[in-house]
């Protein structure tokens, strides 16, 4: 097996279809995309690829320079060819840099010469199911916007491929007075719905919008039933969760909530799903990483839930996660946007008909240039 002898990092800027329309939470924002790229260059060649998002953590960065020299299969442990979980000794180094093991299995699966999701366990699913999640508050855009922009955008998602659609509601956190804000969000899903038929897949992310207006967000459920969403991501803060779904059983609502996309552990899941119960977890990808995420994906599985990986303009997030709902029966789907980055390609990753299909080459399947070959 060969060791890791360099580690680069660069900053990807890419390029997104349109600005990003507002959300609950936040402004337009920019046609650009930014990603964090690193390669883990091992000494026979091979280059381990992840999304390092931990390079925008507001903390102390983690040092990954101890990896230099070490076999990338010692840091695991191993159970029939499948990885169980990371190597004791070096546990919290990875927890701390939880991202790095994208990489680091990309490695191992190469020297295996197989896909990366063999290492992760069972195959589950020949395709795996994908969501779009880039209908943002386009009707607040410019002046003269309507709700016929979000459709706009519904449509162009399912030219693409896409046949699972995420809806941005939420709109009276801080860009409309109550109750005409509720009664665009509705508007919006109901037109969406009208547009794409039925047999599109539906699901809201208000960003915690209905926090302190709980009878709203249940007035929202009530109006869009028709909708069939697939669940309603983020209504309120987890604080308010409890309450909110006493309101729903009032009204004999019954749609899936999902969350904790702000965090990345299974101790997160352990001390917080207890008081606040979300149905689907949506730890993000790309801060968690895919050993962690297995561990995620046992407690999901103890408690009847299911996984949404959070992933935000990150195409390797994507494909992370692809990897994992490749293996993981938990899994629902998989976050997908417009992002698009010039600094390494996936040709075996396609979307057709709702659902990716992953690279059949040893590891995961990102290429990208060798920095320590003259170009």
């Known amino acids: ?29 920019p046609a650009e995309s930014r990603e964090n790229l690193l390669l883990l260059l091992g000494d026979d060649g091979k280059i381990g690829v992840t999304n390092w998002v931990h390079a925008r953590r507001n903390r102390v960065q983690a ?3 101890w990896l230099i020299g070490l076999d990338p299969r010692s840091l695991f442990r191993w159970d029939g060819g499948l990885v169980s979980s990371r190597a004791p000794e070096y546990e919290e180094a990875l927890a701390d840099a939880s991202a790095i093991d994208v990489a680091l299995l990309d490695l191992c699966a190469q020297a295996e010469e197989v896909p990366l999701w063999r290492l992760l366990g069972n195959r589950v699913r020949e395709a795996v199911p994908a969501c779009d999640s880039t209908l943002y508050f386009e009707d607040l855009v410019a002046a003269g916007s309507t709700p016929q922009n979000v459709v ?24 409309m007075p109550w109750p005409s804000c509720t009664e665009r969000d509705i508007e919006v899903c109901l037109a969406v719905r009208e547009a794409v038929g039925p047999d599109v897949r539906l699901m809201v992310d208000a960003n915690k919008g209905f926090t302190g207006y709980i009878e709203d967000a249940v007035d929202f459920l009530s109006e869009t039933e028709c909708c069939q969403l697939a669940f309603a991501e983020e209504l309120v803060d ?3 969760l409890s309450a909110l779904k006493k309101a729903m059983a009032s009204r004999g609502l019954s749609v899936p909530l999902a969350g904790g996309e702000d965090s990345y552990s299974r101790e997160w899941c352990e001390q917080v799903w207890p008081k606040a119960k979300l149905d689907v977890l949506q730890m993000d990808i790309c801060y968690t990483g895919l050993v962690e995420y297995l561990s995620i994906a046992s407690f999901a599985r103890d408690n009847g839930l299911l996984l949404a990986p959070h992933n935000f303009g990150s195409q390797i997030g994507v494909y992370a996660s692809l990897q994992l709902g490749a293996v993981t029966p938990e899994y629902l789907y998989c976050e997908c ?3 698009q980055f010039d600094g390494y390609s996936a040709p075996g990753y396609v979307l057709r008909d709702g659902h990716y299909t992953l690279p059949s080459d040893p590891g995961f399947g990102v290429i990208t240039d060798d920095p320590r070959t003259d170009h």
């Open 1 to 29: 097996m060969s060791r890791i002898e360099a580690i680069a990092l660069y900053e990807l800027v890419g390029r997104r279809d349109a600005v990003v329309a507002p959300n609950a939470s936040s402004g337009i924002r």
């Open 63 to 65: 040092d990954i320079s």
């Open 152 to 175: 706009d955008r519904a449509m162009a998602a399912l030219n693409k491929g896409h046949r699972a659609l995420k809806i941005k509601v939420g709109r009276g956190l801080k860009w």
């Open 238 to 240: 987890e604080r308010e």
């Open 337 to 339: 946007d417009d992002s």
